[in-house]
C-alpha cells in the first residue's frame, strides 16, 4: 500500500494575487487582513497536487478535492459530493446519488459525466490496485446528471472507506487538463481555491462558490517550515497559528509540553495508529515458542515507553486498535510488566541460567531493528526494552538503520523484533489486518508485523469475506488469535499532537491524519 507520510503552514494575504510562480516571500499585512487569514505550518513543499497520483502533501489537497463520501470521527462515513449510496447485486454494483449544485472552482458542474471522467483517471488501473475498488473495477453506468453506478466484479470490502481517501479516488475539474489530457492545475470543488504555490508556501482563498458551511476567514495559508524546532519558535512568535499531526507538521511531545508551559493552547487527541512490537519467528527458533513471546511482553513497560516516546501522553494498550476504530473488538487488558511471572515462562520454555538464559547450548539473544526516521525516538525505546530484557535474561542487541535500510530490511523480514504502527484512520481495520498479517497479500515496503499462512490466513480471509452483519465476529477471531498467542506486542496509541495559537478558537483534530484541520475554526484580533 503506497502509503507514506507527514507535512504543512503559513505566509501573507497580499500574495494570494501573485501567481504560482512568484515567490513566496514574507510581507506585512493589517490587522485587517490578518484576521481574514489562518496561518499553517507544513513540513515540506505541497508539490504536484493532482488529486489521481501520490505525490502530493495529502492535507493541502484536503483543501481543494473532495470525496464522495467522507470519513468522520470513529470511522462514521459521512455524506460527501454523494448523499445517498445504495450497495446492491450482493455488493457488487454501487448506487450513487450526487448532492445537487455543485460546481468546480473553474464553474465547471459536478454531474454524474465528471465523475465518470475521473473514475476513469484511476479506477481500474495496475497502479492503483492496492484498493479493492480498483482491483474489482468492472465499469459505469451513467442513469443521469445525479446518478450514477459503479459496477464491481466482486463485493468490495471496505469500499465506502476507500472512497473517502485522499488520493486517489477525489475529484479535479475535466477543464483542468490539457488537451493530451495531462494535469495541468488543481481546480477542485472544495472550500479552497489555490491562489499561489511555491517552495515556501501556498496561498489559498474562501471559495464563495462553495455548496457546504464556508469557512469564517478569506485566506488560508501554509508556510514550509521543515524544522520542528523552527515551527514552534515560528508559533510562540506569532508568525503562524496552528502547527501538529502527524503528516501535517510533527509536533513532538516535548515540544507540546514546552509549548503548553508557555501558554500555547495544546490539544492531545487519541490517535487511530497504534505502535506494535513485531516478532519474527522465522528468523529466530526461540520466538517460534508462545511461551517466550509471552515472556518479552511481560517484560515491557509500556508506561516507561509512553514516558520516553510521549511524555507520558500516548496511552499504553494491549489491544491492535483503539476504540476510536471502527470493528476494532473487544478490550483486552493491558500487559503489566511483571518480572517474576515473564522469567517463570522462561523457565517454562526451557531457558534457564545467567545472566544470558541459554537452551541447548545457544544463547537466548536476539536483534532489534529501529530506524529514527521511522519512528523518531525509537533507539531511547530500545535502550530502554533492552534493560528491562536483561533483568529477564535476555540479550538484545540493538541494530539502527536509515528509512531505505528499513524499507528493504522489513519487507524482506530481516529482523527479530521491529516497532511498526498501523496504518490508521481511514485504513482500519482492513488496512492494517489484510496488509500487515496476510501472507499473500504483498504490502510492499511496509512488510509484515506477523505472518501464520496455516491458522492466521484463514481466519483473516474469512473476515475479509464476511458479510456485515458477521464482520464484527469474524474479525475478533483474528484479534483473539494474535492476542491468546502473543503473536504481537501492541505497545501504545500514537496521540494526534496539535498547538495553536490564542487567535484560533474552536479548533478541532480532525477525523484522520490525513485531513487538514480548518474547519469550524474562527478567528479572533
Known amino acids: 500500500m503506497p502509503i507514506d507520510r507527514r507535512l504543512f503552514l503559513s505566509g501573507v494575504s497580499k500574495f494570494l494575487a501573485v501567481s504560482a510562480a512568484s515567490s513566496f516571500i514574507p510581507s506585512i499585512v493589517s490587522a485587517a487582513e490578518l484576521k481574514e487569514t489562518l496561518r499553517i505550518a507544513i513540513a515540506k513543499p505541497a508539490g504536484d497536487l493532482n488529486p489521481h497520483k501520490y505525490t502530493g502533501l495529502w492535507g493541502v489537497q484536503d483543501l481543494l478535492f473532495e470525496p464522495l463520501v467522507r470519513y468522520g470521527h470513529h470511522g462514521k462515513i459521512e455524506p460527501g459530493l454523494a448523499t445517498e449510496w445504495v450497495v446492491e447485486d450482493g455488493g457488487k454494483r454501487l448506487k450513487l446519488t450526487l448532492r445537487q449544485g455543485v460546481t468546480f472552482h473553474d464553474g465547471a458542474p459536478f454531474d454524474a459525466k465528471a465523475v465518470d471522467w475521473n473514475l476513469k483517471r484511476w479506477i481500474g488501473l495496475e497502479a492503483n490496485n492496492w484498493m479493492n475498488s480498483s482491483r474489482l473495477f468492472d465499469g459505469t453506468e451513467i442513469v443521469d446528471d445525479r446518478h450514477i453506478n459503479i459496477r464491481f466484479k466482486e463485493p468490495v470490502l471496505g469500499l465506502l472507506q476507500e472512497l473517502a481517501y485522499v488520493r486517489p479516488v477525489r475529484f479535479l475539474s475535466p477543464q483542468s487538463v490539457g488537451s493530451d489530457g495531462a494535469y495541468k492545475e488543481p481546480i477542485g470543488t472544495g472550500p479552497w481555491r489555490q491562489l499561489s504555490a511555491s517552495n515556501e508556501g501556498s496561498g489559498f482563498e474562501r471559495y464563495d462558490g462553495y455548496w457546504g458551511d464556508k469557512p469564517t476567514y478569506k485566506n488560508l495559508e501554509v508556510k514550509v517550515l521543515p524544522d520542528s524546532r523552527g515551527r514552534v519558535a515560528a508559533l510562540r512568535a506569532g508568525d503562524v497559528d496552528l502547527i501538529g499531526g502527524a503528516f501535517v507538521s510533527p509536533l513532538t511531545a516535548t515540544e507540546a509540553q514546552s509549548l503548553k508551559a508557555a501558554g500555547v493552547d495544546v490539544v492531545v487527541e487519541p490517535g487511530t495508529t497504534t505502535m506494535v512490537m513485531a516478532f519474527n519467528p522465522d528468523r529466530v527458533a526461540a520466538l517460534k515458542d508462545p511461551l517466550v513471546r509471552k515472556a518479552i511482553n511481560l517484560g515491557i513497560d509500556r508506561d516507561a515507553i509512553s514516558k520516553v516516546l510521549y511524555r507520558g501522553l500516548a496511552e499504553p494498550t494491549g489491544n491492535l486498535f483503539s476504540e476510536v476504530v471502527p470493528l476494532s473488538g473487544k478490550r483486552y487488558e493491558v500487559p503489566q510488566r ?75 523480514r530481516k529482523f527479530d523484533l521491529a516497532f511498526f504502527q498501523t496504518f490508521g484512520a481511514p485504513y482500519e481495520p482492513f488496512g492494517t489486518v489484510v496488509g500487515l498479517f496476510l501472507s499473500t497479500y504483498d504490502n510492499g515496503v511496509d512488510g509484515k508485523l506477523f505472518i501464520d499462512p496455516e491458522n492466521l490466513d484463514p481466519l483473516v480471509t474469512a473476515a475479509m469475506s464476511a458479510p456485515e452483519s458477521e464482520m464484527q465476529a469474524a474479525l475478533q477471531k483474528v484479534y483473539d488469535w494474535l492476542h491468546d498467542n502473543d503473536a504481537i506486542a501492541p505497545l501504545l496509541y500514537v496521540p494526534g499532537i496539535w498547538a495553536h495559537s490564542s487567535r484560533v478558537k474552536g479548533f478541532d483534530g480532525p477525523a484522520t491524519e490525513y485531513d487538514m484541520p480548518y474547519k469550524n475554526i474562527t478567528l479572533s484580533e
Not at 531457558?351 to 521511522?374: C, F, N
Open 338 to 412: 511483571n518480572v517474576e511471572s515473564a522469567k517463570s515462562l522462561l523457565e517454562k520454555a526451557g531457558w534457564v541460567g545467567s545472566p544470558v538464559r541459554q537452551k541447548d547450548g545457544k544463547d537466548l539473544a536476539i536483534e532489534i531493528v529501529v530506524s529514527e526516521e521511522q519512528v523518531p525516538g525509537s533507539r531511547s525505546v530500545a535502550e530502554v526494552m533492552q534493560s528491562e530484557l536483561q533483568e529477564l535474561g535476555i540479550a538484545l542487541a540493538i541494530r539502527s538503520v536509515d528509512h531505505a535500510s528499513r524499507h528493504s530490511d522489513i519487507p524482506e
